[in-house]
């Protein structure tokens, strides 16, 4: 059941371009400010993001004896598709790459904050640093969009992967208070170890294997934040499109986008070889 869910969800979102038509989270944000109300804050938290995840698991517990399981499915769809990343990634890295490529740094920066917000504070005068953050956050957004919610839908079924979403939401929260964050963020960073390290090895299996094994191994230990792991790995699963040493910008330009679309193919190739192994699971 969970590998159809998944093709599900993945023929909606190249329908849709992202699972929007369900991705409301006006609830999530009331949530949030009537949480405020409380003073303790692992209190919040509870209210917040372990009450949602026990309230769908018992739900779905309930239901899943219902007409052969088909309700069970379906809202498990449903879930899944919630969970996933926010927007649409194909056009928003496609606007970046317009900017880009025209030499407009302050567009191409407007749009690379859609992937995400901390882009380095030089962005628009430093073609360099703006590419480097933008890369490591489309390598990022990637993983946490896709990658991270269906393991967690395969592992612990839908609210796992509820869990993952609202977690990622609560670090990145504006009502909250920094220490509801902070824990959030440090929650998440467990949640993403294992997924993580899974598709830096999807990286080495699709791409480069030699060169970025040796680089897997050395992060299988390492507690460095997600977003630096996958794109130390991913980038020794590419050739060197911008080579070290100076190089003329309008090369520049045309090897930096190169590279962003190679990223992007790995991306898709990676993700496709773990569906391939979840399909073989399924069977087994």
Same mark, same amino acid.
């Not at 769908?56 to 052969?68: C, M, N």
């Not at 640093?129 to 957004?141: G, I, T």
């Not at 612990?156 to 208070?177: D, K, N, V």
């Given at each position: 059941?969970?590998?159809?869910?998944?093709?599900?969800?993945?023929?909606a979102v190249?329908?849709?371009?992202?699972?929007?038509?369900?991705?409301?989270?006006e609830w999530?944000?009331?949530?949030?400010?009537?949480?405020?109300?409380?003073?303790?804050?692992?209190?919040?938290?509870?209210?917040?993001?372990?009450?949602?995840?026990?309230?769908?698991?018992?739900?779905?517990?309930?239901?899943?004896?219902?007409?052969?399981?088909?309700?069970?499915?379906?809202?498990?769809?449903?879930?899944?598709?919630?969970?996933?990343?926010?927007?649409?990634?194909?056009?928003?890295?496609?606007?970046?790459?317009?900017?880009?490529?025209?030499?407009?740094?302050?567009?191409?920066?407007? *749009?690379?904050?859609?992937?995400?917000?901390?882009?380095?504070?030089?962005?628009?005068?430093?073609?360099?640093?703006?590419?480097?953050?933008?890369?490591?956050?489309?390598?990022?957004?990637?993983?946490?969009?896709?990658?991270?919610?269906?393991?967690?839908?395969?592992?612990?079924?839908?609210?796992?992967?509820?869990?993952?979403?609202?977690?990622?939401?609560?670090?990145?929260?504006?009502?909250?208070?920094?220490?509801d964050r902070?824990?959030?963020?440090?929650?998440?960073?467990?949640?993403?170890?294992?997924?993580?390290?899974?598709?830096?090895?999807?990286?080495?299996?699709?791409?480069?294997?030699?060169?970025?094994?040796?680089?897997?191994?050395? *992060?299988?230990?390492?507690?460095?934040?997600?977003?630096?792991?996958?794109?130390?790995?991913?980038?020794?699963?590419?050739?060197?499109?911008?080579?070290?040493?100076?190089?003329?910008?309008?090369?520049?330009?045309?090897?930096?986008?190169?590279?962003?679309?190679?990223?992007?193919?790995?991306?898709?190739?990676?993700?496709?070889?773990?569906?391939?192994?979840?399909?073989?699971?399924?069977?087994?």
């Amino acid at each position: 059941m969970d590998f159809f869910a998944i093709l599900i969800a993945w023929a909606a979102v190249q329908f849709w371009g992202s699972g929007g038509v369900i991705q409301k989270d006006e609830w999530f944000e009331r949530l949030q400010l009537m949480a405020l109300k409380i003073p303790a804050s692992s209190a919040r938290l509870f209210v917040v993001f372990a009450l949602p995840v026990i309230l769908v698991f018992a739900v779905l517990w309930l239901i899943s004896p219902i007409l052969f399981g088909l309700p069970l499915f379906i809202l498990s769809v449903a879930i899944l598709l919630y969970s996933l990343g926010r927007g649409d990634f194909q056009i928003l890295l496609k606007l970046y790459l317009n900017s880009w490529q025209r030499g407009d740094l302050e567009g191409a920066y407007q *749009h690379g904050r859609g992937f995400s917000t901390e882009l380095c504070d030089s962005g628009v005068d430093n073609a360099s640093e703006l590419h480097l953050s933008v890369r490591k956050a489309v390598f990022y957004q990637g993983f946490e969009r896709w990658f991270a919610v269906v393991f967690w839908f395969v592992l612990l079924g839908p609210a796992g992967a509820l869990a993952y979403r609202l977690l990622f939401m609560l670090a990145a929260s504006r009502s909250l208070p920094q220490q509801d964050r902070d824990t959030a963020a440090n929650g998440l960073f467990y949640l993403e170890w294992a997924p993580v390290r899974l598709l830096g090895l999807a990286f080495a299996i699709v791409a480069n294997f030699d060169t970025c094994i040796g680089v897997w191994r050395q *992060h299988l230990s390492s507690d460095q934040p997600s977003a630096e792991v996958l794109d130390s790995i991913g980038m020794k699963s590419l050739p060197n499109y911008i080579p070290d040493g100076q190089i003329d910008g309008e090369q520049f330009v045309k090897s930096a986008a190169d590279e962003l679309t190679a990223v992007q193919l790995l991306l898709s190739r990676s993700l496709l070889c773990w569906v391939c192994v979840v399909a073989v699971l399924q069977l087994v």
